[in-house]
T-cell receptor, first 117, second 114 residues
Framework: AQSVTQPDIHITVSEGASLELRCNYS??????LFWYVQSPGQGLQLLLK??????LVQGIKGFEAEFKRSQSSFNLRKPSVHWSDAAEYFCAVDTAISNFGNEKLTFGTGTRLTIIP | DAGVTQSPTHLIKTRGQQVTLRCSPK?????VSWYQQALGQGPQFIFQYYEEEERQRGNFPDRFSGHQFPNYSSELNVNALLLGDSALYLC?????????????FGPGTRLTVT
């Protein structure tokens, strides 16, 4: 069965600094990969996704992520964080995209991002 | 364009009781998935409904059941509530027939079991 590991439970970054959130997955084939963001009291919002093709994907809010097959990783990056980026970030994997869309997402445990002025 | 809506926002129940949570999918979506997010954890897949049938199910006991109506809205029912059922329950909708593979999440229902 697939699994997702987010090794950093909590990260603190200064406003304006760069950010990288780590995500490693376990799956025998190429998975479909996602990053979601969750603000307090809110549902999940999709930042970006990787299905195939270019391994560097661009998302909303200035985020990007790079799929590295050799490292089984899909790290999220942002060159300069804003105070509004403070939230919980979840990496997710789906192994079967069919005519029925996402079969079922498997999420990591999340990384809480704190921004200091 | 209304997104995914869920009701109620918060709910407090006692052990052993039964609860029903409701979800209305994003306009144009016909597939609904339910997830349980315990405090400090990532969401866990419960099940998915399409054409009023359960298509996929995660590792949850039969106490968790669901239903999808002809208008694509959905209900999640949990019987014989346990303290461990306290969590944020998220509903997500998608539109497989149009090739939109993104799952759009609602704000969730916070269930507290005492």
């Amino acid at each position: 069965a697939q699994s997702v590991t987010q090794p950093d439970i909590h990260i603190t970054v200064s406003e304006g600094a760069s950010l990288e959130l780590r995500c490693n997955y376990s799956y025998g084939a190429t998975p479909y990969l996602f990053w979601y963001v969750q603000s307090p009291g809110q549902g999940l919002q999709l930042l970006l996704k990787y299905f195939s093709g270019d391994t560097l994907v661009q998302g909303i809010k200035g985020f990007e992520a790079e799929f590295k097959r050799s490292q089984s990783s899909f790290n999220l990056r942002k060159p300069s964080v804003h105070w509004s980026d403070a939230a919980e970030y979840f990496c997710a994997v789906d192994t079967a995209i069919s005519n029925f869309g996402n079969e079922k997402l498997t999420f990591g445990t999340g990384t809480r991002l704190t921004i200091i002025p | 364009d209304a997104g995914v809506t869920q009701s109620p926002t918060h709910l407090i129940k006692t052990r052993g009781q039964q609860v029903t949570l409701r979800c209305s999918p994003k306009s144009g979506h016909d597939t609904v998935s339910w997830y349980q997010q315990a405090l400090g954890q990532g969401p866990q897949f419960i099940f998915q409904y399409y054409e009023e049938e359960e298509r996929q199910r995660g590792n949850f006991p039969d106490r968790f059941s669901g239903h999808q109506f002809p208008n694509y809205s959905s209900e999640l029912n949990v019987n014989a509530l346990l303290l461990g059922d306290s969590a944020l329950y998220l509903c997500a909708s998608s539109s497989p027939r149009t090739g939109d593979y993104e799952q759009y999440f609602g704000p969730g229902t916070r269930l507290t079991v005492t």
